[in-house]
Structures are given as structure tokens and as C-alpha cells.
């Protein structure tokens, strides 16, 4: 273990709630039109396991969380058979394996087991390198655009599921946890749902569509973003202005959109892990403070949350987190009684503004802080190599077409140097 890194990370752990000094955040799902910044495929928590070769499925531990007695982190399975971790139960500390050939072993062998992910598009299953990639390498999956709204209900009440249950079923044959992505979001919504009006209407869309998705994969699936990125700010970076996102929900049903929205969820399936994901809510900044208020509101309510996806796109136009930052904020919202996850990690050498020993150092020191910390239970990249990177083709990541360099394998999937300070701070390095 680096002393440095880990000094940072203890200071900052004193730092647990009321840090704020500006900052950024990141985010970006691919596609989408007429939002600019961060969106994100989740890739979140961990949760209850897939069929897969486990058979291990999710459960709640029951812990109680903070003043409100909601009910907090969910322990859940993972893909070994090993009780994950959640709320305030388990160790102090996570313990690394004592040597590993690939990512997904050493997150396989740590104590607590940490799921180790990847944004899996459909497009990418076509190539039998990105496939023997993604499995040896990963045991968690989030499908990059496959399960959002668009994507799922084309139409109302008609619900497409191919290009989703490929996904789903190839991630449950090679033994691979599998996290929803995304249940309600203001992007990438198809025309007749971005034109509903009025509460009733909304109401009867958000169930309709929470019910039959996870209704379709309640099998194979036990681990959802239930609301992705309902918090905006004036910059990307997390900065300014912090409020609800103007959206068909919010302007329907104010805030109580997300509390209907985990509310259904849980109706629909009592064991899955349920999450809130979101971008530049990374740093020590406006917006993490707002939808840690947010989040701790929920809890309180006792909203049936279990977990917060920080999604960490990192460099142009979003945030730039260190170790210490994202380090403080994991646990303010761990010591919420809820499971934490890094959920769309990729980080941008586009236009040169991180540079590449910038780079190096935050993929290690941000995995470490998610390492270090048992409730932190899962760690997603958002994709497998560069040549398939999202942000190459997203203006807002100031790319132009080049390659964003932001991600662990090269084109011909080789291992870069990103990857080895990955595995360094999975192996305590």
C-alpha cells in the first residue's frame, strides 16, 4: 500500500460530511439528444448474483441506517457464493489478494469480494476480441444504451427486449452479475414519453414501465439504477446553481417522482438492490452536497434505497476527482447505512487538459479509495477499450473524433498502462 495515497484517504475520512470547495463532476451516456454533460449508463453496485454459475441471489442484510431508520445496504451475493457487504455489518477495511492474473480475480479474491465491471454494448458482443476481453476480465455487467427507455419501450405499453436479453443472457453464461441500466431518466426517452403531461399520466408510465422491465428480468437481474441524474447544475463540473433537473418527471410530479420511482421498485421486487446514480458528484463540490442531502432525505422517508452509483467520468467537460475527494464522499454516503459503487469510470486525455501522468495516478488513487472501503462493492469502466469509447464521438468531451485514451486496452485490446495501476490498487500496491 502507498503511504501517501493512504495518509490522504485517512484525512479525508475525518472529512466525512460538509466538504465542499467546488470541483466537478462528469458524466455522459452515449447517445441521447438535447442534454449536454454527463449522462451515464450506470454501472453501479453490486448486488444479489445472477443464475449464472452461482445460483447466489440477492437479500437484504436488514441493517438499519442513520437517524431514519430506513432500511440501508443490502448484502446480496456475489459471484463466488460470498455474502457481499452493505450498510454497517462486515470488516473495516477490504483485504487484498496476495496475487492475481486479471481484474476479475483480484475483485473475486479481496475480502470483501468486489465486483469488477464493464459497460458491455450490444455492437461489442459482434467482436470475439472485445468478448474474451470482457469475460476473463470482468464479472459485472451494465448494458451501455441496450436497457434504457428508448431502447425497451419504443412505444408504449410495447416493449422490445432483444437487443437487452442478449446482453443479459451472454453476461448470465460466463457467471457475470448484471446491473440495470436505466430505469428513469430525462434522457434518451423515446418522443411519446418525452411528451406526457400531467401527473396521472406520468405516474401510470413510470409504473408501467418499472413493472414490466424488471418484471421481464427479475431472473437475471438484481441490481438496478432506479433514477439516473436528477440533479443539474450550471457547469458540468458540478458547479453552481444546484436543483432538480427540469424533466417530464420532475415538471409532472415534483421530487416525489423519485420516492415513486424507488417505491415501485421495491413493490416490484423485494430483494433487488436499488440504486440512485449520478455524475459530478465525484469531487468535494455543490452537487455532491446536494444529492447527499437529497439521498439522506430519501433515507429518512424511508425510501427503499440501497445504494448511490458515482459514475466518475473524469477530464473534459466534467470533473477532476483525486483519491482523498472521492474518498470523503463514498463514506459520508456509506455512513448514510448505504452501499457505494463507482459505476461509469472512464477518464479523458482528450484536448490534453488530464494529462497522462494525471491519468495514471487517478485511475490508481480512485480505485484504492473504492478498494479500502467495504461498502464500496463494485467498480464498473464504461467500455473495454478505447477505439469504443463513447466520449470519442460525444462533442461535449472535446475528442473530435480522436480517440479519448480513456480506458484500460488499446484497439487490438492489449493491456495499457492503466490497466496495471488498476491492478495495483486492487493488489494494495
Known amino acids: 500500500m502507498r503511504s501517501t495515497p493512504l495518509t490522504l484517504l485517512l484525512s479525508a475520512f475525518l472529512c466525512a460530511t460538509g466538504c465542499s470547495d467546488g470541483g466537478g463532476g462528469g458524466g455522459g451516456e452515449t447517445g441521447g439528444a438535447g442534454t449536454t454533460g454527463g449522462t451515464g449508463g450506470a454501472t453501479g453496485g453490486t448486488g444479489g448474483a445472477t443464475g449464472g454459475t452461482s445460483g447466489v441471489t440477492s437479500g437484504t442484510s436488514g441493517v438499519t441506517s442513520g437517524t431514519g431508520g430506513a432500511t440501508g445496504g443490502t448484502g446480496g451475493g456475489d459471484a463466488t457464493g460470498t455474502s457481499g457487504t452493505g450498510g454497517n ?33 450490444g ?29 425497451l419501450e419504443p412505444n408504449p405499453g410495447s416493449f422490445s427486449w432483444g437487443s437487452a436479453d442478449n446482453i443479459v443472457n451472454w453476461a448470465v453464461q460466463n457467471g457475470m452479475q448484471i446491473k440495470g441500466h436505466t430505469l428513469v431518466w430525462h434522457n434518451q426517452l423515446p418522443g411519446w414519453a418525452s411528451s406526457l403531461s400531467g401527473a396521472t399520466q406520468v405516474e401510470q408510465a413510470i409504473r408501467r414501465h418499472i413493472e414490466n422491465v424488471m418484471g421481464h428480468f427479475k431472473d437475471r437481474v ?20 444546484p436543483r432538480m433537473r427540469p424533466s417530464v418527471f420532475f415538471n409532472a410530479l415534483g421530487e416525489r417522482f423519485l420516492d415513486l420511482a424507488f417505491q415501485i421498485a421495491r413493490e416490484q421486487d423485494p430483494t433487488a438492490k436499488l440504486y440512485y446514480n449520478d455524475y459530478s458528484i465525484d469531487a468535494r463540490n455543490e452537487k455532491a452536497d446536494f444529492v447527499y442531502e437529497m439521498v439522506r432525505g430519501m433515507v429518512e422517508r424511508g425510501v427503499p434505497i440501497d445504494g448511490v452509483g458515482f459514475q466518475m467520468h473524469i477530464g473534459p467537460p466534467n470533473n477532476e476527482a483525486g483519491g482523498a475527494d472521492v474518498a470523503a464522499n463514498l463514506r459520508r454516503f456509506a455512513d448514510l447505512g448505504l452501499e457505494v459503487l463507482i459505476s461509469e469510470m472512464d477518464i479523458n486525455r482528450c484536448s490534453n487538459q488530464v494529462t497522462a501522468e494525471e491519468q495514471l495516478t487517478y485511475y490508481h488513487d480512485i480505485v484504492e479509495a473504492c478498494f ?22 460525444w462533442s461535449g468531451a472535446l475528442c473530435n473524433g480522436q480517440s479519448s485514451q480513456s480506458l484500460l486496452f488499446n484497439d487490438q485490446y492489449q493491456k495499457k498502462e492503466t490497466y496495471n495501476r488498476v491492478m495495483d490498487a486492487l493488489l494494495g500496491r
Open 222 to 241: 438484481h441490481t438496478w439504477d432506479v433514477v439516473n441524474e436528477a440533479v443539474i447544475t450550471d457547469s458540468d463540473t458540478g458547479v453552481g446553481n
Open 123 to 151: 455492437s461489442g458482443l459482434n467482436d470475439n476480441g472485445y468478448k474474451s476481453v470482457a469475460a476473463a476480465e470482468h464479472n459485472y455487467v451494465t448494458a451501455e444504451n441496450e436497457m434504457k427507455w428508448n431502447a
Open 372 to 393: 479500502l472501503m467495504p461498502e464500496c462493492v463494485g467498480i464498473t469502466f464504461w467500455g473495454i477499450n478505447d477505439g469504443r469509447s463513447w466520449l470519442n464521438s
Open 89 to 121: 455489518d462486515g470488516p473495516a477495511v477490504r483485504t487484498p489478494a496476495a496475487s492475481a492474473s486479471t481484474l476479475r480475480e483480484a475483485g473475486e479474491k479481496a475480502n470483501p469480494p468486489i465486483l469488477i465491471g464493464a459497460a458491455i454494448s
